[in-house]
């Protein structure tokens, strides 16, 4: 009877003791489109979040203690990203990881900065993010629309030079910014377009829009926005008898682009930033993925990537508190999968460059010229 009593008084020792550790973990935010039409990228950042939290965790946590992953789904729409950053914000949250589209990662930063809670958004690519002096806690660790579209703009003026080319974008925050950052480097390398247009987001059928591109007698298409209307256009293209080059950004670097637009993914181009799963220094975490039955892809490893910063910012600074995390960020380089990373004083990472990949039998590699 007293070893019965023993081994009970020992469970429940050990139980108070574990929910002491739970209780005492330290909780961070992750935000993103867990619903809606691109859950693909919500999805890819959610993994990339866990990982890194199970591995931190792993390794002793942050400060001795756990992360727990607190997450809200902003569907990327700008009403309920706002709903979620203050929730986050009330939670008093040292640390978020989102938001994913640029529409909501933008007015989300507005309640962060207030509430001096740190966002580090691994996706949004809008200058405007990280342009105002005043929010000195928000943060990205992907590259920005004016860098990618130096590239994609350079890139089709070189390969295109004396052709027909037609800019398009669907009117959302990501979607006009790269399409006028493109344009405007490729204007400014000699090459000017012979349409620049818009489309609605979410239509089914974008045949008209279709019909006007074979009008002008374009060569290519310039397209800014997300992999669904990525893919419709693509393959309708294709369907319609238009054989003009497909460019785009950073949208198409997922399978579901692949997948859904059929034989009109076929030799798509677009930016994107470093293949970190093609990383050899990289190949320990990315088997972790692979054994879990997630590979990762997209936005992953840039998710992973986050959490590593803010997490040796913390062990640095030797504290959560948003504004000394905020300076160690700005000040130190972080170990990542990136490598070393560096943040500047608006909240960008220095030297993030884009690189041209296209699209070919399922796969996507980068180009060479």
Same mark, same amino acid.
């Given at each position: 009877?007293?070893?019965?009593?023993?081994?009970?008084?020992?469970?429940?020792?050990?139980?108070?003791?574990?929910?002491?550790?739970?209780?005492?973990?330290?909780?961070?935010?992750?935000? $993103?489109?867990?619903? /809606?039409?691109?859950?693909?990228?919500?999805?890819?950042?959610?993994?990339?979040?866990?990982?890194?939290?199970?591995?931190?965790? %792993?390794?002793? $946590?942050?400060?001795?203690?756990?992360?727990?992953?607190?997450?809200?789904?902003?569907?990327?729409?700008?009403?309920?990203?706002?709903?979620?950053?203050?929730?986050?914000?009330?939670?008093?949250?040292?640390?978020?990881? /989102?938001?994913?589209?640029?529409?909501?990662?933008?007015?989300?930063?507005?309640?962060?900065?207030?509430?001096?809670?740190?966002?580090?958004?691994?996706?949004?690519? +809008?200058?405007?993010?990280?342009?105002?002096?005043?929010?000195?806690?928000?943060?990205?660790?992907?590259?920005?629309?004016?860098?990618?579209?130096?590239?994609?703009?350079?890139?089709?003026?070189?390969?295109?030079?004396?052709?027909?080319?037609?800019?398009?974008?669907?009117?959302?925050?990501?979607?006009?910014? =790269?399409?006028?950052?493109?344009?405007?480097?490729?204007?400014?390398?000699?090459?000017?377009?012979?349409?620049?247009?818009?489309? %609605?987001?979410?239509?089914?059928?974008?045949?008209?829009?279709?019909?006007?591109?074979?009008?002008?007698?374009?060569?290519?298409?310039?397209?800014?926005?997300?992999?669904?209307?990525?893919?419709?256009?693509?393959?309708?293209?294709?369907?319609?008898?238009?054989?003009?080059?497909? =460019?785009? /950004?950073?949208?198409?670097?997922?399978?579901?682009?692949? +997948?859904?637009?059929?034989?009109?993914?076929?030799?798509?181009?677009?930016?994107?930033?470093?293949?970190?799963?093609?990383?050899?220094? +990289?190949?320990?975490?990315?088997?972790?993925?692979?054994?879990?039955?997630?590979?990762?892809?997209?936005?992953?490893?840039?998710?992973?990537?986050?959490?590593?910063?803010?997490?040796?910012?913390?062990?640095?600074?030797?504290?959560?508190?948003?504004?000394?995390?905020?300076?160690?960020?700005?000040?130190?380089?972080?170990?990542?999968?990136?490598?070393?990373?560096?943040?500047?004083?608006?909240?960008?990472? =220095? $030297?993030?460059?884009?690189?041209?990949?296209?699209?070919?039998?399922?796969?996507?590699?980068?180009? %060479? $010229?």
């Amino acid at each position: 009877m007293k070893r019965f009593l023993a081994i009970v008084t020992m469970a429940a020792t050990m139980a108070i003791a574990a929910c002491g550790k739970k209780d005492d973990a330290i909780e961070i935010g992750f935000a $993103g489109p867990i619903t /809606g039409f691109n859950a693909v990228f919500g999805e890819q950042m959610r993994r990339g979040a866990e990982q890194a939290v199970a591995d931190i965790n %792993t390794a002793g $946590g942050v400060l001795g203690k756990p992360l727990k992953l607190r997450i809200g789904d902003d569907v990327c729409d700008p009403k309920q990203a706002v709903a979620v950053a203050n929730q986050m914000a009330s939670a008093k949250l040292p640390f978020v990881l /989102g938001h994913f589209c640029s529409g909501s990662s933008i007015p989300a930063s507005d309640v962060y900065a207030e509430a001096n809670v740190i966002a580090m958004s691994p996706g949004s690519t +809008n200058p405007k993010l990280t342009d105002d002096p005043k929010k000195k806690t928000i943060f990205r660790i992907c590259g920005r629309d004016d860098a990618q579209g130096r590239v994609a703009g350079a890139w089709l003026a070189k390969n295109f030079a004396g052709k027909r080319v037609a800019i398009a974008h669907d009117r959302q925050a990501y979607s006009q910014g =790269i399409a006028d950052e493109t344009k405007k480097a490729m204007n400014a390398a000699g090459l000017q377009e012979v349409l620049f247009d818009t489309i %609605t987001p979410g239509e089914k059928d974008y045949s008209a829009f279709v019909s006007k591109l074979k009008q002008a007698r374009i060569d290519a298409l310039y397209y800014g926005g997300y992999p669904i209307e990525a893919s419709l256009l693509a393959r309708q293209m294709r369907e319609q008898g238009l054989e003009a080059a497909f =460019i785009s /950004g950073d949208g198409l670097g997922t399978s579901e682009f692949w +997948n859904a637009a059929g034989e009109g993914a076929e030799g798509a181009v677009f930016t994107f930033g470093p293949d970190l799963a093609a990383d050899p220094r +990289n190949a320990p975490i990315v088997q972790r993925f692979t054994a879990a039955g997630r590979p990762p892809e997209g936005y992953t490893l840039y998710a992973y990537a986050a959490l590593q910063a803010w997490a040796q910012a913390v062990a640095k600074a030797g504290t959560t508190d948003p504004t000394t995390v905020a300076a160690t960020l700005r000040s130190n380089k972080a170990d990542t999968v990136f490598g070393p990373v560096t943040f500047d004083q608006k909240g960008d990472v =220095i $030297g993030e460059g884009f690189i041209m990949y296209r699209w070919s039998k399922g796969k996507f590699a980068p180009l %060479t $010229g």
